[in-house]
Nanobody
Framework: VQLVESGGGLVQPGGSLRLSCAAS????????MSWYRQAPGKERELVAR????????DYADSVKGRFTISRDNTKNTVWLQMNSLKPEDTAVYYC????????WGQGTQVTVSS
């Protein structure tokens, strides 16, 4: 299993970023995919999850209405569109797949600051 995130960076409050996660080494279309984040000094938290067929999603209350998770099972890719970013969204964002254990990407840094 390999998960490779990209798309992080520095953005001003109110701005947008789109994170990508390219997956390989497993049957992507068969598994739910998630985005987590971890801010300095805090525990890793679930941000969003999308079911294997892509029809059902869940979001943390803190990002509802601002973030959108999506996937393309033909491209083995999951995205996280982040709008109206706030300084408290600053964190390392990780792509995740769970099959008997958690699999993680290397993470991508998102910094929201003026």
């Amino acid at each position: 299993v390999q998960l490779v995130e990209s798309g992080g960076g520095l953005v001003q409050p109110g701005g947008s970023l789109r994170l990508s996660c390219a997956a390989s080494g497993f049957t992507f279309s068969s598994y739910d995919m998630s985005w987590y984040r971890q801010a300095p000094g805090k525990e890793r938290e679930l941000v969003a999850r999308i079911r294997s067929a892509g029809g059902s999603t869940d979001y943390a209350d803190s990002v509802k209405g601002r973030f959108t998770i999506s996937r393309d099972n033909t491209k083995n890719t999951v995205w996280l569109q982040m709008n109206s970013l706030k300084p408290e969204d600053t964190a390392v964002y990780y792509c995740n797949m769970h099959f008997f254990r958690d699999y993680w990407g290397q993470g991508t840094q998102v910094t929201v600051s003026s």
